[in-house]
Structures are given as structure tokens and as C-alpha cells.
């Protein structure tokens, strides 16, 4: 089994930033991708940002440029460093990862979730 532990979320005002991060334990891979999503109250979850075990990254369009994307393959962590938020991007925030090497943008292609950290942004 994986593990997956999300930290760094908050209350921010907008405009700030916010450092996520999800350490895996466990059974790992050879070679794996990890992600993030997330779901704002209401709405399903969505795809934010992905990175390949190579450090090849996309990300969702609505945070492109505000966020990035990094991973420390020693440490088995991936970060995800949100700035420039908005209140938008209120929402739960899931990591996920799955072993491969290339890029994985759907839910359903993720076998291992965090539990979610909850990141609120004020106006």
C-alpha cells in the first residue's frame, strides 16, 4: 500500500501563497508520476497539476503562471507552490500518485489519493 500525507493548507488572503505538500510512504515505485486536485464545495474534482518522475509538468489552465509544481524524488515529496491566489481556488486540495512515466491529467488514472488538506482564500 501507498500513503499519501497532504500538509500546508490554510487561510490565506487573496494574493497570497501557500506551500502544499504530500509526502508518500510505503510500497513505492520505480518510476512514478504524481498530482494534484482538487474540489471546491459543490463542484467535482479537477485536475490542477501534474508531474512526471522526470520533472515534466502541466498544469490546469486557471493556474497557470500563479502555481508550480516540483517534486524531491529522495524525500518521496511532491510541492505545490500556489501564488497569487484568489478566492477561486478555495477547495480541497488531493494529491495523487501512480506509477509511469509520462503525464497523467484524469482522476481516474490515479490509483493512490491523500486524504486532502483545505486551502480558503479570502477577498
Known amino acids: 500500500q501507498v500513503q499519501l500525507v497532504e500538509s500546508g493548507g490554510g487561510l490565506v488572503q487573496a494574493g497570497g501563497s501557500l506551500r502544499l505538500s504530500c509526502a508518500a510512504s510505503g510500497r513505492t515505485f520505480s518510476s512514478y508520476a504524481m498530482g494534484w486536485f482538487r474540489q471546491a464545495p459543490g463542484k467535482e474534482r479537477e485536475f490542477v497539476a501534474t508531474i512526471t518522475w522526470g520533472s515534466s509538468t502541466r498544469y490546469a489552465d486557471s493556474v497557470k503562471g500563479r502555481f508550480t509544481i516540483f517534486r524531491d524524488n529522495a524525500k518521496n515529496t511532491v510541492y505545490l507552490q500556489m501564488n497569487s491566489l484568489k478566492p477561486e481556488d478555495t477547495a480541497v486540495y488531493y494529491c495523487?500518485?501512480?506509477?509511469?512515466?509520462?503525464?497523467?491529467?484524469?482522476?481516474?488514472?490515479?490509483?493512490?489519493w491523500g486524504q486532502g488538506t483545505q486551502v480558503a482564500v479570502s477577498s
Open positions: 495523487a500518485v501512480r506509477s509511469g512515466t509520462s503525464y497523467y491529467t484524469r482522476e481516474y488514472e490515479y490509483g493512490h
